[in-house]
């Protein structure tokens, strides 16, 4: 069964890759690495909206991979989508990057392309990686978020590292009793900025859920919803946050 999932995941890969022009092997040996020392599953190319023949792709270089997990250094890149040449490129090491897989899964990376500007004239992308475990009892998941903007001519910065963008928490007896919880931020560029860079409203939705019996003896859930707001600007360097 497991080996039915990566051919499948694979073949999907190979399908949008070729859709987007790209030609995995060209991009490769700009980095000097063979499709042996990529995570192939977790490779993903988008094109970059509003500007002519440049896609957004990321290849996951394997650190180390064992049975039960792995961990992934990550190539953030741009490229002519006609000649699959390098323009832009990020490098970031699995020490700092987050992307590592072990009792929680790291399951797919996604290139999120929405309208973010942090200047009038300069907009970023965002690379959001979705983790999960299987544990039935005490259920987990998150997304983080990291932003990229074109830096100088040929390399890209990161302005916001590994941000948690939805997180989910649960511990329950599988069968009724227990109580989650949910938080899912929403991004806002503001009109306000600090040290040249607009700041970021985050808008975080928090559910807060709880199971248990009614008099009849049937399941039922309450759920209690608030909401938090808070903002990021940039230091200089990037968008700074705590945890």
Excluded at 80 to 109: C, M, P
Excluded at 187 to 204: H, P, Q
């Amino acid at each position: 069964m497991k080996k039915t999932l990566i051919l499948f995941f694979l073949s999907i890969n190979s399908v949008l890759l070729a859709q987007n022009k790209i030609q995995l092997t060209k991009i490769l040996k700009q980095l000097n690495l063979s499709k042996k020392q990529c995570k192939l599953s977790l490779v993903v190319s988008k094109p970059f909206p509003n500007i002519e023949n440049e896609t957004i792709v990321v290849i996951p270089e394997i650190v180390k991979e064992e049975e039960f997990g792995f961990e992934l250094h990550s190539h953030i890149l741009i490229i002519d989508s006609q000649t699959n040449k390098i323009k832009h490129r990020y490098f970031q090491s699995s020490k700092t990057n987050g992307w590592v897989s072990d009792a929680v899964l790291l399951a797919e990376i996604k290139i999120d392309t929405a309208p973010y500007k942090v200047t009038k004239n300069k907009r970023v992308f965002g690379i959001r990686v979705y983790f999960y475990n299987n544990s039935k009892p005490n259920p987990y998941s998150k997304e983080s978020i990291s932003l990229f903007v074109k830096d100088n001519s040929s390399s890209l910065k990161n302005i916001l590292n590994d941000y948690t963008a939805m997180e989910y928490t649960g511990e329950w007896d599988t069968t009724c009793y227990g109580e989650f919880l949910k938080e899912d931020k929403i991004f806002i560029i503001t009109n306000n900025f600090t040290n040249g860079y607009f700041n970021i409203l985050i808008k975080n939705k928090v559910t807060e859920t709880k199971n248990e019996y009614d008099k009849k003896g049937e399941c039922v859930y309450k759920d209690k919803v608030s909401f938090h707001k808070t903002t990021l600007k940039f230091n200089g360097v990037n968008y700074s946050f705590k945890e």
